[in-house]
């Protein structure tokens, strides 16, 4: 059974990091890119560590930095998961970013866990 | 998974000062002066990494991850069920790799009664183990003596690669003092400097991903003369930990070496029986980094071919970048090896776990 829970306004979201919410039990993390939110569980499908503190850095690809791919790092293993799909990057894993289903009300964030 | 575990042993937590001015009021002249104007002065790290070397989310606000005893409450003893944890330092390793003796054995010495008496002390669960300056083996050996018999201090903390085997009787000292003190001597890797030997005999690795995966190797060739010089005879209270240096490899050792044994025991005049009986009797192995084959079960099989199951400790490796918690090694063991894992094989090596006679 899902619970509607509130998160933050729209204009909290920041490019580049996430702000972390405690909804429920859970800690979720929400950041923006190119104007839409990514909208996390705060918990690394590998080892649960907090991923929502890790570093977004754009994705490597040859000898470039893609800036409009960013890569989530996770603050332990280092494991880095592509933002837009949430799969791994580099290696093939069937582990994935948790992306939590968002709403938007008027500006405000809606999420349902 | 299943609940919690009932209690856990951590036989690997790097606890560190936040700041060099921690140790000042435990150093005379003329180190302090040397500590104040150049500072520590042990190698920096040498291999370059692409990634953070210690988890993100334990840097406290002041200080690296490690300084601050309420994070360490919070992300690991009360988190899981902690009930001992034993202090391994962290930066301080780096004195035995430093070229001259006195200064680093000096650091040492500060840093084990800062440990004894700023860290013990603030939570019972810990225990604590010494670091030393193992160039000059007498000294180290003095230090041994001068804090063995402290209830929590349990055991004495040496790099795995060394510039002569610590079976060499160069170290005799330090192996002979902690013997006597009834403490374990834990390996732990440390990025090399001037005085190191490199890790792999084919040079220096290009890097971290290089150097990380490639660790296990002074570790082999420690145990392999350990054992081959007879020194476990003559000392045989010797207890080794091989802390994050991987056990895949141990069976390498306990099928090849019984094999060369059974031609060449001659060469090894001390020993009374086979390379893996003493592998078994005197070693055990940190869990972590855990091993995280394609299928998770895959471990288990190995493990059990080994017979390794009674020599593997847990060692959580708290706040490194690659530390695993309990709940993340237990995917990958049987619920029945978790009660030794966790807690029993590590409470048959340390003296503080001992029944009074």
Partial sequence: MKTKYYFD????????????????NHSVGATIHEGKPIVLLDYCPHAGAPICKGKILPKPVAMQL??????????????????????????????????LQYELENDSIYIWI | MSAKIQAIIDCDVHNTYHSQTQLYPYLQEPWLSRLKERGFGYPPETFFSSIHPKRLDAKPEIGTAGSDYRLFKEQLLD????????????????????????????LASA????????????DERFLGSLHLAIQAPETAAAEIYRWGKHPKVVQINLPAATTL????????PVLRAAAEMDLVIALHFRQPGLSAPSITPVGIPFHYLDYHTLVSLPYQA????????????????????????????????????????????????????????????????????????????????????????????????????????????????????????????????????????
């Fill in chain 1, 66 to 99: 893609e800036e409009n791919h960013p890569v989530l790092r996770c603050p332990w293993h280092g494991w880095e998961f592509n933002m837009k799909s949430g799969d791994t990057f580099k290696f093939h894993s069937n582990l994935r970013l948790p992306k």
């Fill in chain 2, 79 to 106: 988190k899981f069920s902690i009930q001992y944890a034993i202090l391994t330092g962290e930066g301080i390793s780096g004195v035995s790799y430093m070229p001259d003796s006195e200064y680093p054995s000096a």
């Fill in chain 2, 165 to 172: 085997p610590l079976a060499h009787p160069f170290y005799r």
């Fill in chain 2, 111 to 122: 840093y084990n009664q800062w440990m004894v008496e700023e860290w013990l002390d603030k």
């Fill in chain 2, 222 to 357: 420690q145990l392999v003369m350990l054992v081959t010089s007879g020194v476990l005879e003559e000392l045989p209270n010797l207890k080794f930990l091989m802390m994050e240096g991987g056990f895949i490899w141990a069976i390498h050792l306990l099928w090849r070496f019984d094999k060369e044994y059974k031609a060449l025991n001659r060469l090894a005049p001390a020993l009374k029986k086979l390379p893996s009986e003493y592998i078994y009797q005197h070693f055990k192995f940190g869990i972590q980094p855990i091993y995280e084959p394609r299928e998770a079960s895959a471990l288990q099989r190995v493990i059990e071919a080994g017979e390794l199951q009674n020599s593997l400790v847990f060692g959580s490796d708290y706040p490194h970048w690659d530390a695993d918690e309990p709940d993340f090694i237990r995917r990958f063991i049987p619920k029945e090896w978790e009660q030794g894992i966790f807690y029993d094989n590590a409470a048959s090596w340390y003296k503080f776990f001992k029944q009074p006679a």
């Fill in chain 1, 9 to 24: 306004e729209l204009t909290a979201l920041q490019e580049g990091y996430f702000i972390i919410r405690q909804l429920g």
